[in-house]
């Protein structure tokens, strides 16, 4: 750092310290705000760019809580803000504290980004055609008697029924679409030149990409896709792509993965706005009403909806904490579903909050729900500080790894740290039961001679 710059931020800190305590005498929620948008930039000067999307995404959260009215909107929302501000700050301190607990074991100093090591074509597509296969059966088994929800009237009311009939083992065998999207995709961004005397591949692992996008799609849900593609872009974003005549208009540069992302998100935002003026319930009636047949209206009310509503949920549930027992890691085996009722007995995360919710019933998770109905406000605390340790350390151990596995490893994780601004997502979904196996499959494939 340049005497130049250390003049600004020896200056910058304290300025923005002040008018966080300025302007936490007025109005707290502005105040967490900045302090959190302060952060983003701290943690950037850093380097740290995984930690501050995710305190730019929770900057954003509670802008959206503040800035955009929505049908789900109360006071609860708002005045519940400096507290989520405060678990989410402890959340992101653990997360810088657990890089740091890496780094102090790692003497190579600063290094560049890697540069994949991909195991042989063959064996690649082998493990992409294996995952299609898998994951192929298992739709047709998983939408055997009924419409896929995308292609439903109703999307909602179709991911219902599915939701009741559906089982665990299928559940997990389907998450070999977003493994196979995943792996595609990032394998066509990072760019490599064929073999001499071999034809172009990156045009293979993109029409791959699509149809895996296609098959996790069919559920309807915006983060069946979302969950593939974006841990692909960290991935990309964080390895070094092969550059060259053969590979520059395919092997895709910054700006190009960017704008891919910001067309998944876009695309994720509009059908989520689709999806629900197609629903029939009270808060779709509503939405309907507040947005009409505006598109682009609907759009912004659904990125709103993802936004802001686990906030207004937590409020709710943070309202009501005086007349929840904990429950004391319950809640945590959410993910488990009902196999694990008869040892920890029934906890109904959604229900909990579906009645908190009238009138409109709204089934959201929250990020600190669990932490909070199980172990209570203090306890949350230390759940939430474990959890960041865990990120942190896990991030910055696979960002140099030059294996395809281990910096989807890290982008899987990446993202669902940052998906904590709607839910504590692997509390809730057993994605990961099947995602880990996967990779290490791919890592030994990576590893083995050819």
């Known amino acids: 750092m340049t005497p130049a710059e250390l003049r600004v931020w020896s200056v910058g800190i304290p300025f923005a310290s002040g008018v966080v305590l300025l302007l936490a005498t007025v109005d707290a929620g502005t105040a967490v ?19 501050a999307a995710g305190a730019a995404v929770w900057t954003l959260a509670l802008l959206a809580v503040r800035v955009l009215p929505g049908p789900y909107d109360s006071w609860a929302g708002r005045g519940v803000l400096p507290v989520l501000a405060g678990y989410v700050t402890v959340f992101l301190l653990a997360w810088a504290i657990g890089r740091r607990m890496v780094d102090s074991r790692d003497d190579t100093g600063g290094r560049s980004r890697p540069e994949l090591s991909w195991p042989s074509e063959r064996r690649l597509l082998t493990y992409l055609a294996v995952l299609l296969g898998i994951a192929v059966v298992t739709a047709a088994i998983r ?28 559940g997990l065998l389907s998450e070999a679409w977003t493994l196979g999207m ?34 996790a799609a069919l559920g309807a849900s915006k983060n069946s896709v979302l969950v593939g593609i974006a841990p ?47 629903g029939t319930g009270a808060f779709e009636t509503e939405f309907r009403a507040r947005y009409g047949s505006n598109a682009l209206a609907s759009s912004a009310g659904s990125l709103d909806l993802s936004l802001s509503s686990s906030t207004e949920t937590f409020g709710r549930v943070w309202s009501q904490r005086e007349h929840l027992e904990p429950r004391y890691g319950t809640y945590s085996l959410t993910f488990l579903g009902s196999r694990v009722e008869p040892i920890v007995g029934k906890a109904d995360l959604y229900g909990l909050t579906s009645q908190l919710s009238q009138p409109y019933l709204m089934n959201t998770a ?17 759940f939430l500080a474990a959890l960041g340790l865990a990120v942190g350390a896990t991030e910055r151990w696979f960002e140099f790894s030059r294996a395809p596995a281990g910096q ?38 990576s590893r083995s001679p050819a």
Not at 34 to 51: D, E, P, Q, Y
Not at 154 to 169: H, I, K, M, T
Not at 249 to 272: D, E, H, S
């Open 33 to 51: 705000t900045l302090a959190l948008a302060v952060g983003t930039l701290l943690a950037a000067r850093h380097r740290m760019w995984a930690l």
């Open 143 to 170: 939408f055997r008697g009924t419409v896929p929800p995308l292609l439903a009237e109703n999307p909602d009311a179709a991911r219902q029924v599915l939701r009741e009939q559906s089982s665990l083992a299928i």
């Open 182 to 215: 995943a792996v595609s995709l990032l394998r066509a961004l990072s760019g490599r030149r064929a073999l001499s005397g071999r034809r172009p591949t990156l045009p293979v692992y993109y029409a791959l990409t699509a149809v895996f996008t296609v098959g």
């Open 232 to 278: 692909a872009l960290v991935a990309a974003l964080s390895v070094r792509r092969t550059r060259g005549r053969a590979a520059s208009f395919l092997a895709a540069r910054t700006p190009v993965v960017l704008l891919i992302g910001a067309v998944a998100l876009g695309a994720a935002v509009f059908l989520g706005g689709q999806r629900t003026m197609a």
């Open 366 to 382: 929250t990020f600190v729900a669990i932490p909070l109905l199980d172990y209570g406000p203090l306890g949350a605390v230390f």
């Open 408 to 445: 989807l490893a890290r982008a899987f994780v990446v993202y669902f740290a940052l998906f904590g601004v709607y839910e504590l997502y692997p509390l809730i979904y057993p994605t990961w039961l099947s995602l880990v196996p996967g990779l290490w499959v791919l890592h030994r494939l």
